[in-house]
């Protein structure tokens, strides 16, 4: 694999601009959601579930904090990462020719993950201050399958473009 790869600036498209403004959005909504509750909050909340999205640890309702502190830096991080598509990692050798539609796939997926994990962090939030309020907190009987579902599905998606990207450039 070549160490040298081409530094080009991929352009958002329509559907980049939108992941970004939900994922941007959701964070937002997330932090206004604990920032507006937490004062009527009991001093003790759901901090972990088990399998079938059933609160198993309690934990002090400072651990409201923590969700949308990890899913900004996360989604930061991500956002920054996502900025230097040629320092990513490729299963091809990145080439003047391919470089466009292998950077395009890069940031796309890296965008996708990033909405998943703000979505992901944001239900949490959402479900953990609900459930306090309501003195009966789960994720849903749907939540596990939802996210197993999700992360397995989207790497054979991937995978499949991948192929596709490595069939168009190698014959």
Request: with cysteine; proline share 5%.
């Amino acid at each position: 694999m070549s160490t040298h790869r081409p530094k080009i600036k991929i352009p958002f498209e329509p559907i980049d601009i939108v992941m970004e403004l939900v994922s941007v959005t959701f964070l937002l909504l997330m932090w206004l959601h604990v920032i507006v509750n937490y004062s009527e909050l009991p001093d003790t909340v759901a901090t972990h579930f088990n399998s079938a999205g059933v609160p198993d640890d309690y934990g002090s309702k400072y651990f409201l904090w923590f969700l949308p502190i990890l899913s900004t830096l996360m989604y930061l991080g991500i956002f920054w990462i996502n900025r230097y598509p040629h320092l990513h990692n490729y299963m091809a050798n990145i080439t003047e020719k391919n470089a466009v539609d292998y950077y395009k796939l890069s940031t796309r997926t890296l965008r996708i993950v990033n909405l998943f994990c703000v979505l992901l962090f944001a239900y949490i939030s959402y479900k953990i201050v609900k459930g306090a309020k309501e003195e009966f907190t789960d994720l849903g009987w749907g939540f596990i399958y939802v996210v197993i579902t999700i992360s397995i599905i989207l790497p054979i998606i991937l995978i499949g473009y991948q192929l596709k990207l490595k069939k168009k450039y190698n014959g």
